[in-house]
């Protein structure tokens, strides 16, 4: 028998795990926003490349393969939780676009699944992805892109990479399986990490386009994905990295395991904003956008409140006390990034290169 919201509620507050808007959270999430503002003001304006700390993003493994496992582990968390936040229509487990910009730091009213579809728009335009058009969606988490291009363009064929066995298999039940759009002649999942690719897997220049999202964070060596990308991309087609960046060099977040990010991504790094611009080598770099970091805090926040307003049913059959307090953490931490200074300094990136 499910106990009462309210005593849940107070169970969690007992062990110092305290909901979604509740007084002492937001007391919490000021405290770490003012912290990270002094970061970032700290940090303001420094255009040292991440090889001035030792971070060379043209050298090494693609990722760092001693911690591929458990920068995995995160996105092979308990499914259940993921469907209780994550919106409904594509479970997209990445930033909504909510109309901050540069220019105007607001957002707009509107749903988590109607943000979702703003960005996917977003990455259409800027990718220039067309009907008719082989797309290869790399790192396609629960396949929300995949469906969205699916639907909306009745001719395109797409391919999916991601080697997390729970959300490959959330692919595989809800969208292979149920979703018409998502058949053999249409679509094809490929669960491994994407260096794991070769010539047998995928021809050389067979997709139009290539879009990533997400993705960009996971990888230490640029320099060797976009070699990969090069590979399997058209002459004249074109890619496009979508991934969270600091828009100064911030030398204390460029290694997850450098802080508290390393306890959800280890292996992980937040590039700056001008990082990928300097990979022009496999690929020609053309044009790049900076996308106000509200847009992520929003989003983050309407998956804060959804977690909580499933609590009672995720409590305690899918989600342990220890688990309940390791997500408030991780959302408080996330949104705290995003918000200082109206989301100048730290946002996501969006970076367009061609195959020439």
Not at 93 to 121: C, D, R, V
Not at 122 to 140: K, N, P, S, V, Y
Not at 182 to 188: P, W
Not at 208 to 234: A, P
Request: aromatic share 14%.
């Amino acid at each position: 028998m499910l106990m009462p919201k309210e005593n849940i509620f107070e169970q969690l507050a007992g062990l110092d795990v305290y909901g979604y808007g509740s007084a002492e959270q937001l007391k919490l999430e000021k405290q770490m926003a003012r912290y990270f503002e002094r970061e970032y003001e700290r940090w303001r304006g420094n255009e040292n490349t991440p090889m001035d700390y030792g971070l060379n993003s043209y050298e090494g493994e693609i990722s760092k393969r001693g911690s591929r496992d458990e920068s995995t582990d995160h996105y092979n968390e308990e499914y259940q939780v993921y469907r209780a936040f994550l919106d409904k229509d594509y479970m997209a487990y990445t930033m909504g676009y909510f109309g901050a910009t540069e220019e105007a730091p607001e957002i707009t009213e509107q749903s988590l699944e109607q943000a979702q579809e703003n960005k996917y728009e977003l990455l259409i335009e800027r990718a220039d992805i067309q009907d008719g058009q082989t797309i290869l969606d790399l790192g396609c988490g629960f396949g929300g892109f995949s469906k969205y291009l699916l639907k909306k363009f009745p001719n395109v064929a797409v391919t999916g990479i991601n080697p997390c066995e729970v959300q490959a298999q959330h692919i595989r039940n809800e969208l292979i399986g149920k979703d018409d759009d998502f058949g053999e002649s249409r679509y094809r999942l490929i669960q491994a990490f994407c260096d794991d690719i070769t010539s047998e897997t995928i021809d050389d220049e067979y997709f139009d386009r290539v879009v990533s999202v997400g993705l960009l964070e996971h990888v230490t060596n640029i320099d060797l994905l976009q070699q990969i990308i090069s590979r399997v991309l058209k002459k004249g087609g074109k890619c496009l990295h979508h991934c969270i960046v600091s828009y100064d060099t911030m030398p204390n977040y460029l290694n997850a395991e450098d802080s508290y990010m390393g306890h959800y991504y280890p292996g992980a790094h937040i590039w700056p904003y001008k990082e990928p611009t300097r990979h022009n080598t496999h690929l020609k770099f053309k044009q790049s956008w900076f996308v106000n970091g509200l847009n992520y805090w929003k989003t983050l926040d309407e998956w804060h409140k959804r977690f909580w307003e499933s609590i009672e049913q995720l409590h305690p059959e899918f989600l342990s006390v220890e688990k309940a307090e390791d997500w408030n953490k991780y959302f408080t931490l996330c949104k705290a990034m995003f918000c200082p200074n109206d989301g100048k300094s730290y946002g996501n990136g969006q970076f367009l290169y061609e195959k020439i």
